[in-house]
């Protein structure tokens, strides 16, 4: 699995655990990496994932903003009222894609690989249209 990809699995991980348990991002980062063990894919599972930590930081901090613009985008859907997992893709693309200019159609691509194995179909197809709608929009 390509580094970056895996730390974004692991910083939807985090930020997941960050909105649930009303969790400050790095006491959730610590707790992250306690949890990591041997049967780890990464071969250095004490380093710390620099990648990661910058998407849930970054995420957390621009929250308020982030989470504006894909209210903007999400029609008849209410932040609080999506799926968590669902909630927090969006989250991490938006500040991926808006503050750390990666290009627009990676951030989609991955958001969805990530939606189709955290989450379900229907899913996949909201998180394509809303983080299409802020491409168009400027990100």
């Known amino acids: 699995m390509p580094a970056r990809h895996r730390s974004r699995q692991?910083?939807?991980?985090?930020?997941?655990?960050?909105?649930?348990?009303k969790?400050?991002?790095?006491?959730?980062i610590a707790a992250f990496y306690k949890t990591l063990d041997s049967e780890d894919e990464d071969p250095n599972p004490e380093q710390p994932d620099e990648f990661m930590e910058a998407?849930?930081?970054?995420?957390?901090?621009?929250a308020a903003a982030i989470d504006q613009r894909i209210t903007a985008k999400s029609d008849h859907?209410?932040?609080?009222?999506m799926a968590a997992v669902d909630r927090n893709i969006l989250r991490l693309a938006v500040y991926e894609m808006t503050d750390l200019g990666?290009?627009?159609?990676?951030?989609?691509?991955?958001?969805?690989?990530?939606?189709?194995?955290?989450?379900?179909?229907e899913s996949v197809a909201f998180i394509n249209g809303v983080l299409d709608a802020v491409r168009r929009d400027g990100a």
């Open 55 to 62: 998407l849930v930081r970054g995420a957390t901090d621009q």
């Open 10 to 21: 692991r910083a939807l991980q985090v930020l997941f655990s960050c909105d649930l348990r």
């Open 77 to 81: 859907w209410r932040l609080d009222r």
């Open 102 to 121: 990666t290009p627009a159609p990676v951030v989609i691509d991955e958001a969805l690989e990530l939606a189709r194995k955290f989450s379900t179909d």
């Open 23 to 28: 969790q400050p991002a790095d006491e959730a």
